[in-house]
């Protein structure tokens, strides 16, 4: 089991990656997992969840990195024991920073043991000017430690300011990119951080829960 965390502000394209590299990797056979805050920016409708095999635990009255440490670490391990599937992501609030989420992902290997990365930043593009102005010392806590970030709806950017977006925050993280699900920018890239994608044993097991 992999772990793969993918952060980023409210409306930055969170779920919707999430459910773009779900489907791309099940397409290989893969089997994935999720764990999201209890306030997600686009719903895993039961029809997704079906489709792909998709087993999603909500953390429930707080966020993932703050109040619910216990009960993220429990449900990573429960997920490592009862299923073990191929990818594990994590969806966290805007809130939590991309350090936090790194030390908390390891608590479970006192237990039970998995790989852990990428963390995955996501900046949301049009709204790169009041982020990086108002909530600079969020967002540098969010891709400061990345393995990737990656500007968000890129397809809504003229070439020229997303060129000026991954300048500015070149000198701040390991790589930038364009990104836009809907039309595959950047998507490559990112799967292949995922490591190597061979067809896998094709668990069948279910389990659905509520933190």
């Not at 969170?14 to 990797?25: C, M, W, Y």
């Not at 397409?27 to 999201?36: E, R, T």
Request: aromatic share 6%; charged share 25%; net charge neutral.
């Amino acid at each position: 089991m992999r772990i793969v965390s993918i952060s980023g502000t409210y409306g930055s394209g969170k779920t919707t990656l999430i459910r773009e590299l779900v489907a791309r990797i099940g397409a290989k056979g893969k089997q994935s997992v999720a764990i999201v805050n209890e306030a997600g920016e686009v719903d895993y409708d039961q029809d997704f969840v079906q489709a792909h095999r998709l087993a999603v635990t909500r953390l429930r009255g707080g966020c993932v990195g703050c109040s619910l440490v216990s009960s993220l670490v429990a449900s990573i391990k429960e997920f490592r024991r009862s299923l073990n599937p191929d990818f594990l992501f994590i969806e966290p609030c805007e809130t939590a920073v991309t350090r936090e989420l790194r030390n908390v992902s390891a608590m479970g290997l006192r237990d039970v043991t998995y790989e852990i990365g990428p963390f995955i930043t996501l900046v949301d593009g049009p709204a790169f000017e009041f982020s990086w102005q108002e909530r600079r010392a969020l967002l540098l806590g969010q891709i400061t430690d990345a393995d990737l970030v990656a500007v968000s709806r890129a397809d809504l950017l003229h070439p020229r300011r997303l060129e000026d977006i991954i300048s500015t925050l070149k000198g701040y993280c390991n790589g930038v990119l364009g990104l836009s699900p809907r039309l595959g920018l950047g998507m490559e890239e990112v799967v292949e951080m995922l490591g190597p994608l061979q067809p896998s044993r094709g668990c069948t097991a279910e389990l659905k829960t509520e933190v």
